[in-house]
């Protein structure tokens, strides 16, 4: 029965991190472009100008891609 306890603590984990992360495509500041595993990417963390510089950046390298900006801290 442990390892069946085991085995559900870790596809807990799995799918809470699924879910929040995914890999890291640019940094911006404090704040980081993520290309999520279900392929959209957001803009996370940071302050409202290192946003403004990760829409700059989005604008000139990533423009085809629909891009979701989180609130600032």
Known sequence: MAGFKYIMKLSHVWAGWSRTEGEVIAFFGRARLVKK???????????????????QWVSLFLHEAA???LAPA
């Open 37 to 55: 595993m279900d392929g959209k990417f957001e803009v996370v963390g940071g302050t409202a100008e290192d946003h403004t510089e990760a829409k």
């Open 67 to 69: 891009v979701r900006y």
